[in-house]
Each structure stands twice: as C-alpha cells, then as structure tokens.
C-alpha cells in the first residue's frame, strides 16, 4: 500500500479550477491481483481543495473524499514478473506515478461540482447601488473596456 501526499500545484488540470493551489491531497493507494488474475487498484483521495465561487468569485472549500475501486487492464502486456533487474523496474515505477497523478486528477475532476457556490454570499452586483466605492464595481469597471 502506498500513502502519500500530492500537492495541488501538481494537478494542472484541477489547479485550473481551483481559486488557490496552496494546500494538498492525500492518496492511499493499494492494489492487489485476485483469484483470477484480475488486477485491481483501490484508490482513496482525500483533501480540501478551494474551489471559485460562481456567485462571488471568492475561494469555497470543497470536503472531498473519494473511494473508488478500478480493475487495471493493460491490452497486450503482461505485468512485470518479480524477477525483473532493478533498472527496468524503475522505468515502469516511474511510468506508472504518471498515470497515477492523472487517474487521482481524473477522479478528482469527476468529484467536484459544476458550479461551486457559497451557500449564502453575495453577488459583486449587489453592490452596484455604491457605485465607485466597491473595489468589485471597479473591477467590473474595467473588464468592460
Ligand atoms: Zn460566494
């Protein structure tokens, strides 16, 4: 079983959502091969990433904690025999963190909702009525020009 922690900034495709890449996920990951041969990864992501609120543009957290269970299937290849010399095996353990980040960042995208919203903010417009007193209205502002 491995457990480690992996940092948001290392999550391009997650870090996009995000409304700061501080902080982290913890992975437990454990695999096993049954009976029939099958390989099997169990895959445990916890964390709390600050996800954009829609409303008001601030950071929500998101409390996530994903267990899923996946059968590896590798077409064509055969899993690597315990005997394999060191060099090669390093090769494979290195491919095989890739996939990793990306399979955790596939299920943490599938994980977070579409429109992350506080559930009780306001909108930058409601302060439209104090016009040129809101650092928001200003910023409006200027995104129109
Ligand atoms: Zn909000």
Redesign the pocket.
Known sequence: MLERSVGLDELPRLADLLSTTAGCLSIRLEGWRDGDGKSWLQLGIAGEPVLC??????G?KFPLLIKSRLQLLAPGEEWPDDDLVDDSADAIAAEKALAVLSLIEDEVLLALPIAP??E????PRGNASQQGSSPFAALAALKKH
Do not use: A, T
């Not at 609120?53 to 601030?58: I, M, S, T, V």
């Not at 009780?120 to 909108?123: F, G, Y």
């Open positions: 609120c829609q409303r008001c543009l601030g929500v919203r506080h009780q903010c306001e909108s």
